[in-house]
């Protein structure tokens, strides 16, 4: 029998990976709770929820037999002109999980499709009402996916430089920082507004915490600053909670916790508890209304084959269904114990900047003296990942920014071995005076 290995070499593209520099993609054959299993047996504790996906854990029983059950009954069926149950209970149960006011759901496929149809709703929202807006205002240090609208919307940098000249304009407000006190992206926001809210179609943010950019945690205030400032020019605002939803940052979603209501949120990730790829955009009515009418014209053509399909419609309800006290209480004992053990970290000449914002616990790597040159393409976090994988833990620092972000159902023990790594690894960097990498070699 050819290995896993050999045919992946010989045939796979693996996605954020420079396959001249990589060690093989490592093979699992199964997994349960936080834990995925190599193929000779070994555990790996995931402590990234397999790229922020995975909400519970694992092949979680309830969410498989939900999958299993709904493919013999119905796998897909065309989205256009026909519904199912899975669809439209779902929509349902997430309105009734969502802020008020949000009660239209169009689905699609993953997080960067969701964002494109928060996008596209609402440039044709203005278009349709005959009073056409055309600019996109977002954040630095933003990430909102792969895709160009995504793409044009997130930072730009290492991830987007190839498709510079490709990916349309949209203005940029300063990245909110943790404080909120004298804000520089709300001063910002207000001398736009003043200037031309009328030339403005939409405000992106990914509420309080701004992920892939490198877990930068900002603060409700801004948050409800934004809201406020938008609501009274009229410009629509998009919450892209594709990782925040469903309690990543506490509350079942961010925009909750901090007691807003966007105009348009973009749910992805955990919205299957991580089995199958989903993407929803939920919308308030007077923006579906904008749409609906006699006018063909005003339709929102956008689709794509999978749209709302059954089986990943039917684990999210599943996932959904498992959103309860036995979750708050997992989410609580996993905050306790990153306060514990990120207090312990906090004395490390390289430790900097840790933050917390409910299961996501963050710092960053910096040398004592500065040598570091920080970012995504920083060593350091790939050296740690090397050190982490040898001692049976999954970490993913994205570039000198550590965290982790386990599923729910990861024991209390298993995200204290966690922990121990992280700090055997700081110890071996603490004896080192030298410059540079601290594993040799494994700078991939
Ligand atoms: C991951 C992510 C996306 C993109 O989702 P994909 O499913 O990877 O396309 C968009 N926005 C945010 C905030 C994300 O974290």
């Given at each position: 029998m050819t290995s896993i290995t050999e045919l992946d070499l010989a045939h796979v593209w693996h996605p954020y990976t420079q396959h001249g520099l990589s060690p093989h993609a490592v093979p699992i054959v199964r997994a349960q709770g936080a834990l995925l299993y190599e193929a000779g047996g070994r555990p790996i504790i995931d402590a990234i929820s397999s790229w922020w996906v995975t909400l519970h854990g694992h092949a979680h029983p309830v969410i498989a037999a939900a999958i299993a059950a709904q493919a013999e009954r119905l796998e897909q069926v065309i989205f256009a002109g026909f519904t199912h149950e899975p669809a439209a209970a779902l929509a349902a149960e997430l309105v009734a999980r969502l802020?008020?006011?949000?009660?239209r759901v169009f689905y699609s496929d993953n997080g960067s499709t969701a964002v494109e149809v928060a996008l596209k709703v609402a440039l044709q929202y203005w278009s349709n009402r005959g009073q056409p807006r055309t600019r996109i205002v977002a954040l630095e240090h933003a990430y909102h996916g792969d895709t160009f609208g995504a793409m044009s919307s997130s930072a730009r940098g290492v991830f987007t430089a190839p498709f510079a000249t490709h990916l349309f304009d949209v203005v940029r407000l300063p990245g909110p920082g943790?404080?909120?006190?004298?804000s520089e992206t709300l001063a910002a926001l207000d001398r736009l507004l003043e200037d031309g809210a009328s030339s403005i179609a939409a405000v992106i943010v990914e509420p309080r915490l701004q992920a892939a950019g490198g877990m930068r945690v900002w603060h409700d205030d801004v948050l409800r600053g934004i809201r406020e400032r938008t609501a009274r020019h009229g410009v629509l605002l998009i919450a892209d909670?594709?990782?925040?939803?469903?309690?990543?940052?506490?509350?079942?979603f961010a925009c909750a916790g901090a007691g807003i209501v966007p105009d348009i949120i973009c749910l992805s990730k955990g919205l299957t508890g991580g089995f199958l790829p989903l993407g929803a955009t939920v919308v308030r009515e007077e923006l579906f209304e904008a749409f609906r009418g006699t006018d063909r014209r005003q339709t929102f053509f956008h689709g794509h084959?999978?749209?709302?399909?059954p089986i990943a419609c039917a684990a999210a309800r599943a996932s959904l269904s498992l959103c309860g006290d036995r979750c708050d209480a997992r989410r609580a004992a996993i905050e306790g114990t990153h306060r514990a053990r990120l207090a312990q970290l906090?004395?490390?000449?390289?430790?900097?900047?840790l933050r917390i914002l409910g299961t996501m616990a963050a710092f960053d790597l910096e040398h004592p003296d500065g040598a570091g040159f920080g970012g995504y393409l920083d060593p350091i976090g790939r050296n740690l990942s090397a050190f982490a994988l040898e001692a049976g833990v999954l970490l993913r620092p994205l570039g000198n920014v550590v965290y982790t972000l386990p599923p729910y159902e990861i024991t209390d023990e298993q995200l204290g071995r966690i922990y121990d790594v992280i700090a055997e690894f700081l110890a071996q960097l603490g004896n080192r005076t030298a410059r540079g990498p601290a594993t040799a070699g494994a700078t991939a």
């Amino acid at each position: 029998m050819t290995s896993i290995t050999e045919l992946d070499l010989a045939h796979v593209w693996h996605p954020y990976t420079q396959h001249g520099l990589s060690p093989h993609a490592v093979p699992i054959v199964r997994a349960q709770g936080a834990l995925l299993y190599e193929a000779g047996g070994r555990p790996i504790i995931d402590a990234i929820s397999s790229w922020w996906v995975t909400l519970h854990g694992h092949a979680h029983p309830v969410i498989a037999a939900a999958i299993a059950a709904q493919a013999e009954r119905l796998e897909q069926v065309i989205f256009a002109g026909f519904t199912h149950e899975p669809a439209a209970a779902l929509a349902a149960e997430l309105v009734a999980r969502l802020p008020d006011g949000l009660t239209r759901v169009f689905y699609s496929d993953n997080g960067s499709t969701a964002v494109e149809v928060a996008l596209k709703v609402a440039l044709q929202y203005w278009s349709n009402r005959g009073q056409p807006r055309t600019r996109i205002v977002a954040l630095e240090h933003a990430y909102h996916g792969d895709t160009f609208g995504a793409m044009s919307s997130s930072a730009r940098g290492v991830f987007t430089a190839p498709f510079a000249t490709h990916l349309f304009d949209v203005v940029r407000l300063p990245g909110p920082g943790p404080d909120p006190g004298d804000s520089e992206t709300l001063a910002a926001l207000d001398r736009l507004l003043e200037d031309g809210a009328s030339s403005i179609a939409a405000v992106i943010v990914e509420p309080r915490l701004q992920a892939a950019g490198g877990m930068r945690v900002w603060h409700d205030d801004v948050l409800r600053g934004i809201r406020e400032r938008t609501a009274r020019h009229g410009v629509l605002l998009i919450a892209d909670e594709v990782l925040t939803g469903f309690g990543r940052t506490g509350p079942m979603f961010a925009c909750a916790g901090a007691g807003i209501v966007p105009d348009i949120i973009c749910l992805s990730k955990g919205l299957t508890g991580g089995f199958l790829p989903l993407g929803a955009t939920v919308v308030r009515e007077e923006l579906f209304e904008a749409f609906r009418g006699t006018d063909r014209r005003q339709t929102f053509f956008h689709g794509h084959s999978f749209t709302g399909n059954p089986i990943a419609c039917a684990a999210a309800r599943a996932s959904l269904s498992l959103c309860g006290d036995r979750c708050d209480a997992r989410r609580a004992a996993i905050e306790g114990t990153h306060r514990a053990r990120l207090a312990q970290l906090a004395g490390h000449p390289w430790v900097r900047n840790l933050r917390i914002l409910g299961t996501m616990a963050a710092f960053d790597l910096e040398h004592p003296d500065g040598a570091g040159f920080g970012g995504y393409l920083d060593p350091i976090g790939r050296n740690l990942s090397a050190f982490a994988l040898e001692a049976g833990v999954l970490l993913r620092p994205l570039g000198n920014v550590v965290y982790t972000l386990p599923p729910y159902e990861i024991t209390d023990e298993q995200l204290g071995r966690i922990y121990d790594v992280i700090a055997e690894f700081l110890a071996q960097l603490g004896n080192r005076t030298a410059r540079g990498p601290a594993t040799a070699g494994a700078t991939a």
